[in-house]
């Protein structure tokens, strides 16, 4: 498939998205998602990050495999989960599951300060690669625990898991600075909700569930905690 098809399919994808939007906005509490989120979501090349026999399908509003029993997650959920997290440039942005590497690209296309954990060190590197080959220079990435976060690199302005653990890990909340915001999937495999965490100046933790969601686990792994 050429270039100028694949900038034809992510246009149709983000009206998809401004669609999705208009059709959850009882539930996310508005109609639209922000601009620069939305210019980022239709400048990152999505087909870039997904496996090659699933290019032709990159700009599906789907969630789609990527390996190792993970998903790149669906474009209206990035999305949105973006818009939540009210970015500004420069802002120190941590990505809890890297995957093929496409939210830290929508991220850094925001000009964020990205720094995402990978525990899969397979899917760290291709991320490594892919971000590289498009060009984005503004993400670190890890291979580790994302229950712990990154506490060498932290604290940070927000923060985004796009693997869904049972209840968010408290290494995160620690990590997460005042004034900050947090985007988590959390719960069961077939409860899961989006929540919105946020953290006053005085550093109090304010919850709030935004929509049912699906999400791969969070790997679980034995933790002396």
Known sequence: MED???EALRAVMVEEILAHTRLARAEIGKEALAEAVMRAVGSVPRHDFVPAELRVYAYADTPLPIGHGKTI???????LMTDLLELAPGAKVLEIGTGLGYQAAVLA?????VYSVECIEELSAEAAKRLAQAGYKNVALKVGDGYYGWPERGPFDRIILTAA???VP???FAQLKPGGRMVAPAGMQNSQQLMLVEKDARGRLAMREILPVRFSALDPVERDD
Do not use: Y
């Open 73 to 79: 997650s669906q474009p209206f959920i990035v999305a």
């Open 165 to 167: 653990p049972e209840l």
């Open 109 to 113: 296309a925001l000009g964020c300060e």
């Open 4 to 6: 100028g098809q694949f």
């Open 170 to 172: 408290p290494p995160l």
